[in-house]
């Protein structure tokens, strides 16, 4: 889109909201080069802290497309090569707890530190966890990416929070299944109806599931049923503040020794331990909740069973690297950063608004 006669850009973004799937488009066509890093940046800065590589802003031009299936977003864009970079100081403050799976379809990505076969090319899948940091440079590149809530994909997954920057070959064939899988609803999206994409969650969740699953070493796969653990988790998540979610009262409800349940949860440093941190996460996403703003840290933790004003701090900032104070005062700052209106909201803001 041209710029308007006084000099300021027009933000080159089309939005659909008739009856089927949400679209956001994003094109950079018609700006200066400048005036496209610096749309980039600030779109994607909700996101990721990101710079050029290779000094490329002369000729920088990028395009982004996403579809909003209601609880997952898929989005495809291309760009030149740049570096991502997600600190803990910017995962407080936007509190994101997603996991993206992002399947390359041009060049290469990876952690800025790894070696060459770390980094996912052209039809490799890459795994992106947004609730831990991450250090990762691309070429010039073009991908598909899948983005997803934790609760809804970690039930299904043997490991969930051991795949931040996993590579996923694309010879794989559940990988390759994935791949196909998304390009087909990427090119589907724009017929689709709003029931089509309901319908369509649960099946894209189970499959990158599977395909995440299948780059899981064996000796890990070996120890974990996942079956009856990913039931057990959903029982945890739907009782995760009661105070009678004790191991006695799981082993009982699902039919079996306490020695197994302990058994199942060794992959996961233990079921009290799984307990806590999903716990603790609740806390979190809480604290940077603004329609909690009126409650006290205290009561925020109360209600998960943490009755101790100092084991609850130290756990949190275990888990977290911040005290829970300092994760509210950060959640605020990150806010008042990255409120969008109507149709200046952007893909990236409804990546921010998953839950």
């Known amino acids: 889109m041209a710029a308007a006669d006084s000099g300021q850009s027009v933000v080159p973004q089309r939005q659909f909201v008739d009856a089927g799937v949400r679209r956001c488009v994003l094109d950079t066509v018609g700006l200066a080069p400048r005036q496209a890093v610096a749309l980039w940046q600030e779109n994607i800065g909700l996101l990721y802290d990101v710079r050029l590589r290779n000094a490329g802003d002369d000729r920088f031009h990028f395009h982004a497309d996403a579809f909003h299936f209601g609880e997952i977003v898929l989005t495809s864009y291309g760009c030149i090569a740049q570096s991502f970079d997600r600190s803990r100081a ?54 598909l990416n899948l983005t997803m809530p934790r609760r809804l994909l970690a039930p299904f997954l043997k490991a969930p929070d051991e795949h931040n920057m996993r590579v996923i070959s694309g010879n794989a064939p559940l990988a390759a299944l994935l791949r196909g899988h998304l390009v087909g609803l990427y090119g589907a999206a724009p017929a689709m109806s709003r029931q089509d994409a309901e319908a369509v969650i649960g099946p894209t969740l189970e499959l990158a599931a599977a395909a995440v699953n299948s780059a899981v070493a064996e000796e890990n796969a070996a120890s974990v049923h996942l079956a009856l653990t990913s039931e057990i988790r959903r029982h945890i998540d739907a009782h995760i503040r009661s105070r009678h979610l004790t191991a006695e009262a799981i082993a009982a409800m699902f039919g079996m020794s306490m020695r197994k349940l302990y058994y199942l949860f060794e992959p996961h440093g233990g079921l009290s331990r799984y307990i806590q941190e999903e716990r603790l996460r609740r806390c979190r996403a809480e604290l940077a909740d603004p329609g909690r703003r009126h409650e006290s840290i205290a009561e925020i933790a109360g209600r998960y069973g943490f009755g101790h004003r100092k084991s609850f701090v130290r756990a949190f900032r275990r888990s977290f690297d911040m005290t829970p104070r300092e994760m509210r005062a950060h959640a605020a700052h990150g806010r008042s950063q990255s409120l969008g209106h109507g149709e200046n909201r952007t893909m990236w803001h409804w990546i921010r608004e998953l839950r």
Do not use: N, P
């Open 90 to 143: 910017r995962i407080s403050r936007d509190g994101l707890d997603h996991i993206t799976v992002q399947v390359c379809l041009r060049g290469s990505h990876g952690r800025r530190d790894g070696a060459s076969d770390e980094k996912a090319s052209s039809g490799d899948l890459i795994v992106a966890d947004l609730a831990q940091a991450q250090s990762t440079g691309t070429s010039d590149f073009d991908s």
